[in-house]
Each structure stands twice: as C-alpha cells, then as structure tokens.
C-alpha cells in the first residue's frame, strides 16, 4: 500500500521496546493530513529516503534530500560510512525563483564559458583542461573566484554559440530560462555550485542490509561500495537497479513471519507548536554554516567551529522536538542536523585530500585510503 503524504518519524526497534534480540520491527510515521503519529509494524523496512544535499544552502536536489534514512538508521544504532564525501555540481542556476535548476555540463562541453562580471575567462589559472575539467575541480574553481571577489555566483556564457544552435541542443534549458528573464543566446547565465549527490551513507552490504537486522538500504542512502571518493557518469541509477533487485531478492528468501504489534506513539507530554519560526530559523543557519564552513575546500579550522554550532543546534531542535508535536518541517531539521554532524566528523577524520574531500590543511592525496566509518551505539530519542 501506497501511504501518501506520510513522513517517517523514527524506525522502531525491539531494543526500544525493551527486548535483548536487536532488529528493527516497524516505523512511526507522521500522516500530514491528519498531525497524528501512527505506528506501522513491518518484518522489514528499507530505506530509500536518498541522500542529504538539502543540508547545504544550494543543492540541484529536490526539498525532500533532507537525510531522513540516513539519520534514522544512525539513530537506531548502524554505521555510517563517507559522509564527506559530498558532490557538487559545478554549475546551476542562480535565481531566487529556480534553487535547484541544473545548468547541464554538455553547455560547457559544447563550448560555453566561464566567466567573472568583468567578462574575464578564470579557469585557465585553475586547470589547462579548462571549462572542459572534471566536475569537481571546476567546482573548486568557481568557489575560489566567488570567495576571492566576493561574489553571490560567477557567469556561463553560450552566447557566441549562436540562438539557433542553442534551441536545437538546450531547448529545456533555453526556455526555462527564457520564462525567467534570462535569454540565454544573448545574455550569460548566473551559476553557482550546487550539491549534487551524497556518496556515503548507511553501511550495506550487496544485498542492502544494514548493521540492523530487519533493516535495508538502497539508493543514496546507503553506502554500498559502489561509489567511491566520487560519483562517476550514473553509476548511481545503475545501483538503484542492482540494490533494488537483491534487497528484494533477500528478503524473499526469508521465511514469512507475522510482524509483532508496535506500542501506540505517546505524544501526551508534548503540545502544539508555539513558535514555527524557531524552525525555520535553525534550517536556514544551518544550511548557510554548511554552505560556508563544510563546503567545496574545507580547512580543519572551520570544520571544528562548524561542528561548535553544529551542537549548539542539536540542543536547540533536541529540547523543541521533546516538546511539541512533530511536523515534517521539524523531522527534516532533525535529520538534517544529524547528517550535518556526521559530514563534519567525517571530514575531521579525513587527512588528505581525496575525490570529492579537499583540505586546504591536507592538499595533499595517501599513497592508501580507507573509508571512513562512524559507528555508535543504539539508543532511544
């Protein structure tokens, strides 16, 4: 059955409920419509929630890459694996109306360029592959010139590239400009760097089970081995299909058992909201501490304040969510501030610079990498 507008609260696990023999039972889950917790009992439960982009303040994903498997699986006690290792895509649009467009990379493979207000052309002091150079190094390079000149974003120039040209091959993007004011045949489109893809996760094995027994994860939110210090082509389609097939497979395999009854979700300490702005406060300063101390270049200084105010927010969204009654904006925040922790403990323990991972501290590539893994134990919230 297809729950719509349901929102995961929290997995259930039978040390939870008080029992020695740890797996996970079920889910609480917050149905929109009608504000009320439901319990849900399952024999097993896979998350497929995606990544976390949503942690950062310009992300090419949807509203909901807010982390929520990733954080719940932590929670109940799994391991986590490479959470520093955050894709960014080099170029998507820079408008208030258009927070998630992604400018594709075959408008620079076709000749676009990259350029500063003054029309300058930067990334030849960056790489001699120039606009043509892997997504991460161009990345790199466009957060360099931002912070060197103080700019809100740089500027994609396909104007010599010709009108007819550009309607033939980019017509989607063409017209979704066009609707925003920007002709892109005559004018530079404004870009800024944006996440694209989450390459750590819930530690799986090729079957998708987690650490939990009665727990899976597919897709982003796993970490499978699939994905290294970075993401390559759509490897990350192509796990999708593969880890849907054998978590399927696996679970099938097993001999079929009634789920055990989950206790009702207890909301009598707590009350209706008061204040929603305190919400939408910490995911703003969250997404813009991301943004400016977790980003593209990182340094072992700003990663440690980071996590500082990192804690100061846990503290904050921990005492609202034991006191009201949860709504999708607080659980996404919850989660979030999570995923935000162990992106930065993970960068913290990572020294050298890998993939998707540069450390102006540590610029520097070990002759061995291993992942890095965070474990801890499970306890109730």
């Not at 969250?286 to 990663?303: A, C, D, F, P, S």
């Amino acid at each position: 059955r297809l729950f719509e507008n349901h929102v995961a609260v929290d997995l259930v696990t039978t040390r939870k409920l008080g029992l020695t023999d740890n797996r996970c039972v079920g889910a609480y889950v917050l149905d929109r419509d009608s504000g009320r917790v439901e319990a849900i009992a399952a024999r097993f439960v896979i998350l497929a929630s995606g990544g976390a982009s949503r942690v950062y303040l310009y992300s090419s994903n949807p509203d909901g890459s807010t982390g929520d498997g990733i954080a719940m699986a932590w929670r109940a006690g799994c391991r986590v694996a490479n959470m520093e290792f955050v894709q960014f895509h080099p170029t998507c649009l820079y408008h208030p109306q258009e927070r998630s467009f992604l400018i594709t990379e075959a408008l620079r493979g076709e000749g676009a360029h990259l350029k500063l207000p003054d029309g300058t052309r930067f990334m030849a002091a960056h790489d001699e592959r120039m606009e043509l150079a892997p997504r991460d190094i161009v990345a790199r390079a466009i957060d360099f010139e931002m912070k060197k000149h103080g700019l809100d974003h740089v500027w994609l120039d396909a104007t010599h590239l010709g009108e007819a040209f550009l309607i033939e091959h980019f017509p989607t993007i063409h017209a979704r400009c066009l609707k925003l004011g920007i002709d892109i045949a005559r004018q530079p489109i404004p870009v800024v760097p944006a996440v694209h893809f989450t390459c750590g996760g819930a530690v799986t094995d090729l079957s998708g089970r987690c650490d939990l027994p009665g727990l899976y994860a597919v897709g982003e939110t796993g970490y499978t081995g699939l994905h290294g210090a970075n993401r390559l082509a759509s490897n990350s389609l192509l796990e999708c299909v593969v880890l849907g097939q054998t978590c399927a497979t696996d679970i099938l395999a097993q001999a079929p058992q009634a789920p055990a009854p989950l206790p009702a979700w207890d909301e009598s300490q707590v009350e209706n909201a008061d204040e929603q702005v305190v919400i939408a406060h910490n995911w703003d300063e969250l997404r813009l501490l991301m943004w400016n101390y977790v980003g593209i270049v990182r340094t072992t200084k700003r990663l440690e304040r980071a996590l500082h105010r990192i804690a100061l927010l846990r503290s904050e969204i921990d005492d609202y969510y034991a006191n009201f009654r949860v709504t999708r904006d607080l659980l996404e925040l919850r989660n979030l501030v999570d995923c935000a922790e162990l992106i930065v403990r993970s960068a913290l323990m990572r020294h050298e610079s890998r993939g998707l991972h540069y450390s102006r501290d540590f610029p520097h590539t070990l002759p061995v990498s291993f992942p890095t893994v965070l474990t801890r134990k499970a306890k109730s919230k």
